[in-house]
């Protein structure tokens, strides 16, 4: 079985999946491969037809990556590089070609025949990028206790809430709700979660955590329904000792480094490589 690899570079979480994978079967050979090396092949071919979308990329090292030779991709790509011959571009000339490269890759990461953890989503190249208050949504569709949650477009136009403020950068800022009111601008609101917080990954069927079978079913639920092969799930509760669980955020990224999580990943990997 062959996988390919795909990361930024320094991703330890991918390196860690290469080498145990490879290391679980002689039969088993993972490509690791970083994203600023394929923006910089010397060639590449591109070629749309009725049959479909083919790419072949030769590396700087002489590598080839093309997408019909793997069972299985693991895709942690996240950022286009500047390619090289533009880096003394003017500032908009340097969005183009970013912009330009980051079509090429999303074509290419579509063509995949096989198997793709997690497959591109534009404008992310892995994984899905959802706001918490969407995710607050698509859990309780699943069953899961929602937190309460307010918005506005004017808080200090339309009236305050008297829950938390949360910064929209999707960390929660802790901010008295008078303060976002006091800035003119939109904000969201939550109530605060008092009891304990944990984390769960979603490997494909695998739910690995601390919680409850039948919570950790319906997070899994969720990540899947989004088209997520993979990601890690931090959980709340809503008061201590309740056992009332939330879906507080989700991960389509995590950095995992433990031998338990990169084996998930590896066989996860692996049922993928063979459906």
Do not use: K
């Amino acid at each position: 079985m062959r996988a390919l690899i795909l990361a930024n570079a320094g991703d330890m979480t991918a390196s860690h999946v290469a080498a145990a994978f490879r290391s679980r079967s002689t039969g088993h050979r993972a490509e690791l491969v970083w994203v600023h090396d394929v923006v910089a092949s010397p060639r590449l071919a591109h070629s749309l037809d009725d049959d479909g979308v083919s790419m072949r990329f030769v590396l700087r090292d002489e590598r080839v990556i093309a997408n019909d030779d793997f069972d299985v991709v693991f895709n942690r790509a996240r950022v286009v590089p500047l390619p090289a011959p533009f880096v003394r571009s003017r500032p908009a000339d340097r969005d183009y070609a970013v912009m330009e490269m980051s079509a090429l890759l999303t074509s290419w990461l579509a063509s995949f025949d096989c198997a793709v953890v997690n497959p591109v989503d534009p404008p992310c190249l892995s994984g899905t990028l959802r706001h918490p208050i969407e995710w607050h949504e698509r859990a309780a569709r699943r069953g899961l206790a929602a937190a309460r949650v307010e918005a506005s477009s004017n808080a200090r136009r339309f009236g305050r809430s008297e829950l938390p403020a949360v910064d929209d950068s999707m960390a929660g800022s802790g901010e008295p709700a008078a303060i976002v009111a006091a800035l003119n601008r939109p904000g969201w609101f939550q109530e605060p979660m008092a009891g304990r917080s944990c984390d769960v990954l979603v490997a494909g069927t695998q739910t690995i955590g601390p919680l409850p079978d039948a919570v950790q079913q319906q997070v899994n639920d969720v990540v899947r329904a989004e088209g997520l092969a993979l990601a890690r799930c931090t959980m709340f509760e809503r008061a201590p000792h309740s056992a009332e669980w939330l879906l507080g955020f989700v991960d389509p990224w995590p950095a995992l480094l433990d031998a338990s999580s990169i084996g998930a990943v590896v066989r996860l990997l692996e049922q993928r490589g063979r459906e």
